[in-house]
């Protein structure tokens, strides 16, 4: 079938997984291109908490909006005058406690392999604070409140500049997680025996990050009942807690799709450090018992796709499912009880060749499941103005669009950072379809008091509000998806003056 532009190996990247040809970036996922539209995956989603914490000693600024100061490489942040501060709160100034009347906002940023990630740049209402080494920040702020993330440099050569800037307007919640990209430079070697296995065909060998499914090339289980492999990269020093599956499928006649007949998993902490073997990794396979998944997956009817595939699977070790065609699907399927979350997972992707669009979508699938559906809706994120090379004033400017039921919208915008002598692009997460150009300017990512920008809006599936976005209980990896329009031109661009 077509590439996708991204392909799903491509959307699995920006979304934080990693190919085994060394250390990569995983890039931020803001969801589908606006010129390009939405999918939607409609799912129960799994739970979870937000890793990392909070620590006292969390630095804050004071209140002044026109100083946001620099980290302090002590680990405190320089306060509106000239100290370093350290704590939950900045010095604030002179003239009383700059906290009072604010609500204590607690957060951690993780990377899409969700551990935590040191020295990220959290900015809101003119205070600036710097994630600790276990990824958490404090800050004292009134409630709603837009946020701004600045990454942390990918690799340390990179000083001072920052990675990408993100904007979150709206917020209320007092406890959020962000994720931020993330330079996967980790791994170690796994190596291990398995018992209990058939004569034939060989068992296959899958391995979990998170909810991520990694991809392992050939991790093949061999004549002796050993594997060996080297692990996906990670990111950071910290050891991974990651799950290790083993499967064999029933002996079947070619042609005949295979039927899983006993199971392995395991789960394993990964220390870049030191490798991985026998007994740590060792396992001894079963026949589990099933429970029926009522899967579904409708293309969108009337477009034209006439190239699809469709496939659902078991930790990167097992295709429970798999179909090549754009006829839609209801088909049920067993899947093994007692799986940790994470490890059963959808990818979907078509294209038109009629309208030159194509989609990728790929989810988690709860581990206790019953039923289970991907669909790509029909209407797309599109923009409403500012037209295309519109001349704007800073105060009065605004970006638009029109928005599609159930998913959050990601405007993507792109400027020239001066000081840094590069181009930034930026993603602002809201709800609001009519976004004043001056809120966006005052997040403090970079922008100058005029200038020019391109515009496209994107949007994120299932989630209703930039609070969804960055609740403690939200797993990026469990929805990846795009959805493009190539028939569109975008972004658009436009400028923007001071009064």
Known sequence: MRALGLGLLGIAAACGSTSQQGPTAAAGCGGLDATSGSASIAAATSGGTASGGTTAGAATTGDSPGSLPEPDPAGGVAGDNGGAVSGTSGAGGEGGDPDAGKTLISGVVVGDDELPVAGAVVLAQGRRVASGADGSFQLHLT?????????????????????EPHGYLGLARTQIKLYVRTLQSRTTHISGSVSGRLPTPEPTVGLVYGHSPQRLGDAAVDASDHFSLSAPPWHGDAPLRAMLLVAQADPAPDGVAPHLNSLATRAI?????????????????????????????QPPAGKGFDDCDVTVELGGAFQLFFQHGCAPVSRNIDIPDGLPEGVISVSANGYSSVQNWEYGATAVVPSTAT????????????????????????????????????????????????????????????SEA???????????????????????????????????????????????????????????????SAD
């Open 143 to 163: 409630i709603p409140y837009d946020l701004a993330l600045l990454e942390p440099p990918l690799e340390a050569a990179d000083q001072p500049s920052i990675g």
């Open 269 to 297: 902490l990964l220390d870049p450090s030191v490798n991985l073997g026998s007994p740590a990794t060792d396992v001894t396979l079963a026949k589990p018992t099933f429970h029926t998944l009522a899967f579904a997956w």
């Open 371 to 430: 039923p289970f559906s991907v669909s790509v809706p029909q209407s797309l994120p599109l923009i409403q103005g500012p037209a295309d090379r519109a001349s704007l004033k800073a105060s009065t400017g605004a970006l638009s669009y029109a928005p599609i039921a159930n998913a959050l919208a990601d405007l993507r915008l792109c400027f020239p950072n001066w000081k840094a002598k590069r181009n930034d692009c930026a993603d602002i997460y809201t």
């Open 434 to 496: 009519v976004v004043p150009l001056s809120r966006i300017l005052s997040l403090g990512l970079a922008t100058a008091a005029s200038g020019s920008m391109t515009f496209e809006v994107k949007a994120v599936p299932n989630l209703q509000t930039a609070d969804d976005l960055v609740a403690p209980s939200y797993f990026k990896a469990d929805a990846t998806w795009q959805y493009r329009d190539y028939g569109v031109v975008a972004p658009r661009s436009f400028s923007y």
